[in-house]
Structures are given as C-alpha cells and as structure tokens.
C-alpha cells in the first residue's frame, strides 16, 4: 500500500497503464498532422484519430460523425452552450440549467447573460435532485436549451436525465448534458436518454489530460452549434485546431477499457463505497451529503459536524480527497453545491468527498476509514463546538460574531 | 498549500488543549469566529492575585493554521502579565509560525480571542473593557 492514498479520483484520476502504452508511438514514431491529406504520417495519424472517434462514439451510443474533439469537458461545455446560443438565436435566447452544475457551465451562462440572453438556475432538492415540475414551469417558446448534468463532481447525484430531455424536447428546446463524471462510471446512451449534445473528457476515465469531446447529435433533430474558435475548419468545422492525436488515441483506449470493465467495476467500486461510508457513519453526527439511491458508484460525500474540514484534511494527510471548505479554496465561501442543499455553512465547512477509482483497493479503503475515523476523533477534542453540543448547548442560541 | 514545520509541529501536538472553569472569577473567557465562517476559537485564562496569567487553555475549529495560532498564543500567554498579554500582535503570531497571506485570518482570530478573555476577566472582577484601538475588519 502506498502513502498517500488516492481517493479524489472525481478531481481527476491516474492513466491507466494501457491508455498510455496505446499512446506512445503517437508522439514520435507516428507524429503526423492527421489533416496533412497527402503523405502517409498524415493517414496514419488520421486513422488513429478515425479509430479513436469509434471508440469515444461507442462508449455514449453515439456515432464517430457525432464526436468533435476539445480540450477537455470545459471547452465542450463553452462550444455547446455559446454554440447553441448563437446559432439558435432566432428561435430564442433563452437557457434553464441548474445550480449545483459544474463551474464551466455556471459561468458560461453567467456570460451568456452578458450577451443578453436569459438563463434560468434551478433550484435543487435537499438530496441534490432537480425538480421536474420546475423544470417544465421554467420552459418557455425562447428556451433554446436545456443543460443539466448527468452525475454531479461533489456529491455524485445521478439527475433524471431521461426525464429531464423529455420536457426539453416538448417545448422544442435541446437537451445537453455535461457527463464529464458519469461517462465510463455507469451506463450512458445518448439515444436511449434523449441527449442532443454532451460533454465529457478523458482525464477522468483513466486517460489523458488535455482532451475532451462534444457530442453534438446529427440525426432527429440535426443539432449545430457556432465554432467558438476561428481557425482551419477541423471537426466539421465547429471546432478548428490541430487534432491531439496522441491525447486522443489515449482518450478512445481509456473509454474501450471503460466499456469493457464498467460493469464489474461499478459493482466493485459500490460494495467498497458502501463499506467506506457504512464505517464512518458509525461516528456520530455524520450525515451523507445528496441523494444515496441515485448516486454514481464511486463516490461518498460525508459532513462530520463539529470539526472543519480543511483542519482534517491536514489531519488526514495520509488521504488525498476533496473537502467542501472554504479554506481549500480561493473563496471564503464554503461548496456552493452544498449550499445548494440547504446545508448550513458549518455543515458545508464540515464536508469531505471520497472519490474512490480503478486503482483503489480494500486495503486502502479500511485504512481510509480508520485515518479518518481517529482524525475527526482527534479534532472533536480540539473542537468547542464539538464540547458545547456534548453539553447539550444549542449553538443556534449563540450570538456569534460574524468575521 | 504547504504548512509551516510550526504549524503542523502546534497541529500535531497542539499545547494547552482543555478547559477551565468559566464560572469562576480568576477565568477569562474568549470565544470568537463563527461557524459559518469555518473558525471559532475558545480560549480562555487563569488569571492569579498579581495579574498575572498562571494557565490558559484553547479549543479550536477551525483550519491548521487557526489551530496552531491559538495553540501558540496559549503557550505565550502563560506567565504574562494581563499587561503584556493585551500586547501580543496579531503579526507575531504570523512571524512565528510563517503564516502565508490566507490565513492571516487566524492570526487577527487569535489576538482577538486573547482580548475577548481578558475583558471577560477584566468585566468579571469590576473593571471596564479595554477597547482595542486596531480594527482588522
């Protein structure tokens, strides 16, 4: 067992082995420009691609014609929601997504709004679900397009993404989905769920960083979005720039691996999550954060109340995982998703995500649990607040001063 | 973000963790922060016939700099005068434990602390607050 153990594989994961060995030769001996139409460096490089497209198409039921290439799940975000703002805009200028969305799609609607379009954020439930109902009353003749998420990053709620396309599609809008975390995780079939366009990357599935792919449906109904970058007309020409061939010959063997092994893997990763979290649910007052039923299989995100998660995390040194904190991030504001819930900030401060992955093995988890157990132990010790509840003390009652 | 040797020294091993008995009049009591915010410090101090601070003793939640800051500030407390306690700098803290720009937040919660428990010794025995006149807010 190695220290530290990694369990925030929902920030990114390890490539595996085999996604890296498929890559190699692309970066010397097959180095080709897979545009470059007359020599054979360039046909090898744009059969790699070709073949790679399959393999990214294959994983979501999608077909190779539907895959444009980016960076990664941001810029697949970014080229679909200003894409479809800008070459919809005669039908509407209207967009309804969600709260507890990933920043690359929050703050693409925040800039949306700049252009003078008009985004709806709805609201979630206390276990992180969105609410049909407000969903279909949000829907108006300008709403263009639908973006809700499929698996969240902090809490791993699964949304009703079937659901949610069908209300899209019955007031004539697009349905996106930004499936970043549940791609290679669970099952996801872009015609089976009514999905028009969708975003994911390979960093998080076992492959590179660096590459990403939009799924932009070309049959019932043809969807098409404006290129966001100005350049030689690659990728249909919705997204121009020289292709990362090596980045995506790895990206198309890390989702074969993941089709090939999601089944059993989902399986392994739920029993071990459900250990995890059944553990440290011993502690008292610890609480899951978000849905359980409809929950991606490998992640756990648990508030343990009275003790500060960035403190436990330094406690926890032995563990890399994520916390809801403030203080681990720029902001002073704790996990906007948390908030989102309808947990108080304490509770938020208190949160740690527990990202298990491919790698991740029993042993680990069992010295997971016992790290973290003494942890939050220990920092209950240090903790007033943790003193003043054992006393019976409300801490609502108390006048604190807000710094 | 990397933690100072002393602060993940004053984590680990952290001085002074415990309580006093806040009824009595030779105890001072600060609590400050909120839990909203992520920080809140208790700290509190034994004060003998002379003025002067014989224990202290903290609890904190908070972060490991906010832990280390009020764990350091009980270790310098013991032994002053309330004098020279009301003197300790919120940048000492931040010089001692090399505390990066961030989390300057914990410092200014400890000093802040130390002069909530020294009025609350100073209101118990008859005597007015002292004002600070620094505002950190």
Known sequence: MNIPIYLDNNATTPMDPRVLDAMVPYFTQKFGNAASRNHAFGWVAEEAVDYAREQVAKIIGATEKEIIFTSGATEADNLAIKGVFEMYQDKGNHIITAVTEHKAVLDTCKHIEKLGGKVTYLPVKEDGMIDLNELEAAMTKETILVSIMYGNNEIGVIQPIKEIAAIAHKYGALFMTDATQAVGKIPVDVNADGIDLLAFSAHKIYGPKGVGALYVRRKGPRVKVTAQMDGGGHERGMRSGTLNVPGIVGFGKACELCMQEMESEAKRLSVLRDKLQKSLLVLEESYVNGNIEHRLPHVANISFKYVEGEGLMMAMKDLAVSSGSACTSASLEPSYVLKSLGLSDDLAHSSIRFGLGRFTTEEEVDYAVEVTKKSVTHLRELSPLWEMFKEGIDLNSIEWAEH | ?137
């Open chain 2, 1 to 137: 973000m990397a933690y100072s040797d002393k602060v993940i020294d004053h984590y680990t091993n952290p001085r002074n963790v415990g309580t006093l008995d806040k009824s009595s009049d030779k105890v001072g009591t600060g609590l400050v922060g909120a839990p909203e915010c992520g920080d809140v410090m208790r700290l509190q101090i034994q004060v003998d016939d002379n003025n002067v601070i014989t224990d202290a003793k903290f609890k904190t939640f908070g972060c490991g700099s906010a832990i280390a800051s009020s764990s350091l500030a009980t270790e310098w407390l013991k032994g002053k005068s309330i004098d020279d306690a009301m003197k300790i700098d919120n940048m000492d803290i931040v010089e001692e434990l090399a505390l990066p720009p961030v989390k300057i937040h914990c410092s200014v919660l400890a000093e802040d602390a130390i002069k909530a428990a020294i009025n609350d010794y100073r209101v118990k025995n008859g005597l007015t607050p002292i004002v600070s006149e620094k505002t950190h807010h």
